[in-house]
């Protein structure tokens, strides 16, 4: 079910009347609504997929139970070994087994070998990565004994389909998330509206910005060979604002319908282009992912500890993996490798860890450096997207290759679609919604609140109608 969809405009009202209403005298009663709404939810899409995330819920439940009575070491490794090779197992299966396959074959190819080995018609689950990743989280919190299993099925299982975050994050930790399972919720007025805000602030940066920016991402990169340099360099701008709308929009949708239903989730994103260098906007951007491997891959290798090579070889590692998360083809590993080169200088002129307040505090403007810097990291940001959004390797370099051969930059675009001018103002528009309010949590807080709210309900439902219910880009991973 996508949050931009008429279905989902009459679940979530009946499901929060139904919740606060029916069921609210009752924790337990709450928990099960919520358990049976967010399969409904998921199994919207295709009931079968409800297996999976039932049978990852099971092994993870009871594998929880055995870690925390199990004593001699040998034996917990065994059962943490399980649950990794179980859940990893099916994602990389489902996930990556006919790019293995494909890769294997055209790397005999290349030596002229033909080798015929089929492979399968797999539809990939949707949020399988997410869910995966939360469940793994608590069996290896559990395992560290950082955290207490749960003895409650019911809540187990609702901490894993939770419907606002079950699809594309934030990738939820045990420990901050199945707590608030346990406790009595009460509506509060007051998070409720702060909840719907979010919501629909969510809904303009997927709906206006993603959606819009999509028209001529698709119509740039799909007609590449025929376009010129400046052309290009719009296409690559427009997407990094296609992918930033799409995906921090869907995370602020599920952190205002969470608030709705008395629910804590965490912040996902914190104004990622507004980054003075690439260590800080991987502080600011899926900050549930980036975090999940920081604590889970990062820190287990060695971290920052160790000689200069070994951090230099943790770093690759980490974004190379990030990379191969998104998908199974090479552009995103090579997208996580270009993301690691940028990081290497910092690492290496111990630059990573500066920059951890928000930029040009508590001022109107940046300064010029804090510009020129935040400039540069949208420019290396917006050069490995083309990676994230190129078919493939050959596609993404004949791009690259054609904005630094073909140096015309008359304003071809503007024949590509109408209304390029508006969505140029549209954008830039966002970009100072975004500034004047980077240390809030959304533009409609503060000075004309209302005028926003009634612009961007404007801008909805005039774009809205246009709009073909697209999927949300982290869908797919």
């Known amino acids: 079910m996508l949050f931009n969809s008429i279905a989902f405009l009459i679940f979530l009202p009946v499901v929060f009347i139904l919740y606060w209403g029916l069921f609210k005298r009752s924790l337990k009663?709450?928990?099960?609504?919520?358990?049976?709404?967010?399969?409904?939810?998921?199994?919207?899409?295709?009931?079968?997929?409800?297996?999976?995330?039932?049978?990852s819920t099971l092994v993870d439940f009871y594998i929880g139970r055995l870690l925390h009575h199990t004593r001699k070491q040998i034996h917990r490794k065994t059962l943490l070994s399980l649950s990794l090779i179980f859940n990893l197992g099916l994602l990389g299966?489902?996930?990556?087994?006919?790019?293995?396959?494909?890769?294997?074959?055209?790397?005999?190819?290349?030596?002229?070998?033909?080798?015929?080995?089929?492979?399968?018609?797999?539809?990939?689950?949707?949020?399988?990565?997410?869910?995966?990743?939360?469940?793994?989280?608590y069996t290896i919190d559990v395992y560290r004994r950082k955290i207490e299993p749960t003895s409650n099925f019911i809540n187990f299982s609702v901490f894993v389909a939770f419907f606002p975050q079950l699809v594309a994050g934030p990738i939820e930790r045990?420990?901050?998330?199945?707590?608030?399972?346990?406790?009595?919720?009460?509506?509060i007025e007051e998070r409720g509206i702060s909840g719907i805000h979010l919501i629909l602030w969510g809904l303009f940066k997927k709906i206006v910005i993603a959606d819009s920016c999509a028209i001529y991402v698709n119509?740039?990169?799909?007609?590449y060979q025929n376009m010129n340099s400046a052309t290009l360099l719009l296409?690559?701008?427009?997407?990094?604002?296609?992918?930033?709308?799409?995906?921090?929009?869907?995370?602020?949708?599920?952190?205002?319908?969470?608030?709705?239903?008395?629910?804590?989730l965490m912040r996902n994103f914190n104004f990622p282009y507004f980054s003075r260098n690439i260590a800080e906007f991987w502080r600011r951007?899926?900050?549930?992912?980036?975090?999940?491997?920081?604590?889970?891959?990062?820190?287990?290798?060695?971290?920052?500890?160790?000689?200069?090579?070994?951090?230099?070889?943790?770093?690759?590692?980490?974004?190379?993996?990030?990379?191969?998360?998104?998908?199974?083809?090479?552009?995103f590993v090579i997208w996580g490798g270009l993301h690691a080169l940028f990081f290497i200088p910092l690492l290496l002129g111990e630059q990573n860890r500066k920059h951890l307040n928000q930029v040009a505090?508590?001022?109107?403007?940046?300064?010029?450096?804090?510009?020129?810097?935040?400039?540069?990291?949208?420019?290396?940001?917006?050069?490995?997207?083309?990676?994230?959004?190129?078919?493939?390797?050959?596609?993404?370099?004949?791009?690259?290759?054609?904005?630094?051969?073909d140096l015309r930059f008359e304003l071809q675009y503007l024949s590509i679609e109408r209304y390029n001018v508006e969505m140029l103002l549209i954008i830039g528009i966002f970009v100072l919604l975004e500034w004047f309010h980077r240390n809030l949590e959304h533009p409609f807080i503060g000075?004309?609140?209302?005028?926003?709210?009634?612009?961007?309900?404007?801008?909805?439902?005039?774009?809205?109608?246009?709009?073909?219910?697209?999927?949300?880009?982290?869908?797919?991973?």
Request: glycine letters at 6%; aromatic letters at 22%; zero cysteines.
């Open 29 to 55: 009663l709450q928990n099960i609504f919520l358990l049976i709404a967010s399969y409904l939810f998921y199994g919207w899409w295709d009931y079968r997929f409800l297996a999976l995330i039932i049978a």
């Open 361 to 405: 505090e508590n001022k109107i403007l940046p300064s010029f450096l804090e510009l020129m810097q935040m400039l540069s990291t949208f420019g290396l940001t917006s050069f490995a997207w083309i990676f994230f959004r190129a078919d493939s390797l050959t596609d993404a370099a004949n791009f690259i290759k054609r904005i630094f051969t």
């Open 235 to 264: 296409g690559a701008v427009y997407f990094a604002f296609q992918i930033y709308g799409d995906f921090s929009g869907y995370s602020d949708i599920a952190i205002g319908t969470g608030r709705l239903f008395g629910f804590d």
């Open 219 to 223: 119509a740039i990169f799909n007609n």
């Open 174 to 187: 045990a420990k901050h998330l199945l707590p608030q399972f346990s406790k009595k919720r009460i509506f």
């Open 93 to 137: 299966f489902l996930k990556y087994y006919n790019f293995f396959i494909e890769s294997w074959i055209n790397s005999w190819a290349n030596i002229g070998i033909e080798m015929h080995i089929s492979s399968l018609n797999i539809i990939l689950p949707v949020g399988i990565s997410f869910y995966t990743f939360q469940t793994l989280s």
């Open 447 to 477: 000075s004309y609140k209302w005028v926003k709210i009634v612009a961007a309900i404007l801008m909805l439902l005039t774009l809205g109608v246009y709009s073909d219910q697209k999927e949300f880009i982290y869908f797919q991973f």
């Open 285 to 331: 951007w899926h900050i549930s992912l980036s975090t999940w491997f920081r604590d889970y891959l990062y820190i287990p290798l060695g971290g920052s500890r160790g000689s200069k090579w070994q951090q230099v070889r943790n770093v690759f590692i980490i974004f190379l993996v990030s990379g191969f998360w998104h998908g199974a083809n090479w552009t």
